[in-house]
């Protein structure tokens, strides 16, 4: 059974959100995403600085299946990027909801709100 | 549902991620591919790959039948045991299936058994009875058979743990590319890894309790999702990715398995063969490394400055040297640099000999 924290949102695209208390946002991708995807082993993340819309590309995560583009799940300014899943990309499967990828400062936080809650994520990927 | 081995419960309660193989339900991997890759490399483990297909070739003229069927010629195989990898080609010279075959006895008459794959089973047994009929020969598929490959630098010491005292000392003293027989088992020093290791065959009966005897003892079970980038690594070819009935062993890297002499040995395809060797093969297989990040897969286009264009055949990940790496069908004249297309982007590669890593050791 797939995890799927209920603090989070998720985009369709299977990414999940977290709010923080300074406002900003995180950014990974689901427990669902990382068992479909298989062994990560290579990440591409956005630039530092980078404007990014909700549902554009943000990156890639590459498998030893498949690669996948990762998308913005709220539009916002790249305020910092997690490095360390470039040594690391096996973290992604083995945590996902502690690997972050990269957090946003949102340019409006309502978009939050448009993300599927725990619930909902978990009802879309069980059809 | 596919076909099932008799480890397929098994599999699942070892939390396997199950797929559909050549018509078979087969692990994948039991949590990550990268980590039971490793381990083969390091340690040891164990493959369910009953899959496969077993045919023994009996009957006073299987030698003949076989000098005719195969590519590699089995006069070589001098005692019991003895084994050798072929190719099996049609008239144009294109490759059937690639196999390995054994000679498991030499009286009255020698007598074979063939190892080939999955995939390819319903084609090659009518391409084998197909051919037969000049012959005195009587080919037996051993469905009754599961088998187990064990590969890895421990592989041999730890399996002689588990077996009866016979099969201890059969172990002890195979030698690499040998098979014998110890009663209704048939234990082999081959294996798709580039490791050392074990193939062994034995009654479907007896499978579930082996494998569960391996695994007790520490013995990780691998899916085929190491299997595939093992034999990457190892510069093994996988039929149906780097060769197909469209394609020569000549361009294949598989010249090395067809044996031109005796001259007189008319084996389906020499003709044709032989005009190509002529002719000069328009075509080869190499191996390619990418130097920077991201993930080589089959199709994607191989392109050599001046000279023109070719393909990956096979690619993935190698997790042992933490890059990607591909077997590329390339002209003939490529040198040592290329390009490779990924999703409409050109990213260098490096071209090298089509095997990268062995016992362990990166060769490239």
């Known amino acids: ?127 | 549902m596919g076909q099932c081995t008799p480890l397929y419960d098994l599999h699942l309660a070892l939390g396997a991620k199950m797929v559909d193989f050549g018509g078979w339900d087969m692990p994948l991997h039991y949590g990550s591919q990268v980590e039971e890759h490793h381990q083969v490399r390091r340690d040891c483990g164990v493959f369910d790959v009953s899959h496969m297909t077993v045919v023994d070739v009996l009957g006073s003229e299987a030698k003949d039948y076989l000098q005719r069927l195969l590519a590699n010629d089995v006069a070589r195989l001098q005692a019991p045991g003895k084994a050798l990898y072929s190719a099996m080609l049609n008239e144009h010279g294109g490759v059937i299936d690639d196999l390995i075959v054994y000679l498991l006895d030499s009286s009255p008459a020698p007598s074979y058994r063939l190892v080939v794959n999955a995939a390819t089973r319903d084609k090659d047994l009518a391409w084998m009875r197909a051919q037969s009929g000049d012959f005195v020969v009587e080919l037996r598929e051993r469905s009754d058979l599961a088998m187990f490959a064990i590969q890895g630098p421990k592989a041999r010491a730890k399996t002689t743990e588990l077996v009866s005292q016979s099969r201890a000392k059969l172990i002890h003293d195979l030698a690499p590319f040998q098979g014998l027989a110890d009663g209704e088992w048939f234990i082999a020093r081959t294996g798709y890894t580039g490791e050392d290791g074990l193939e062994i065959m034995l009654p479907a009966g007896e499978a579930v309790a082996f494998f569960n005897d391996l695994v007790g003892a520490g013995i990780s079970p691998i899916g085929l999702g190491a299997r595939d980038t093992l034999r990457l690594e190892a510069g093994m070819n996988l039929y149906g990715q780097d060769m197909d009935e469209q394609v020569s062993p000549l361009a294949a890297n598989l010249a090395w398995a067809v044996a031109w002499e005796p001259a007189e040995r008319a084996f389906i395809g020499r003709e044709a063969l032989q005009r190509q060797r002529q002719e000069g093969s328009h075509s080869r297989l190499v191996g390619v490394v990418l130097e920077e990040r991201g993930v080589l897969r089959a199709n994607q286009v191989v392109r050599v400055d001046g000279v023109g264009e070719g393909e990956i055949t096979s690619g993935s990940f190698s997790p042992t040297l933490g890059k990607s790496i591909a077997l590329a069908r390339v002209p003939a004249n490529t040198g040592d640099r290329a390009e490779v297309e990924i999703r409409g982007k050109w990213y260098p590669l490096r071209v090298v000999k089509p095997s990268f890593v062995r016992h362990g050791k990166v060769l490239i």
């Open chain 1, 1 to 127: 059974m797939s995890s799927i924290p209920a603090d989070l949102r998720y985009a369709t695209s299977h990414e999940w959100a977290r709010l923080e208390a300074d406002g900003s946002v995180t950014v990974g991708i689901s427990d669902h995403a990382q068992e479909a995807l298989g062994d990560v082993v290579f990440i591409e993340l956005p630039e530092v600085g980078k404007a990014l819309n909700a549902g554009q590309e943000a990156g890639v995560v590459e498998s030893v299946k498949a690669a996948s583009d990762i998308y913005a799940p709220v539009g916002g300014e790249v305020i910092a990027i997690n490095e360390a899943l470039a040594d690391s990309p096996e973290s992604v499967n083995n945590d996902p909801y502690g690997s972050w990828f990269f957090k946003l400062q949102p340019s409006d936080a309502a978009q939050l709100e448009k993300l599927l809650d725990s619930a909902a994520y978990g009802a879309s990927i069980d059809g």
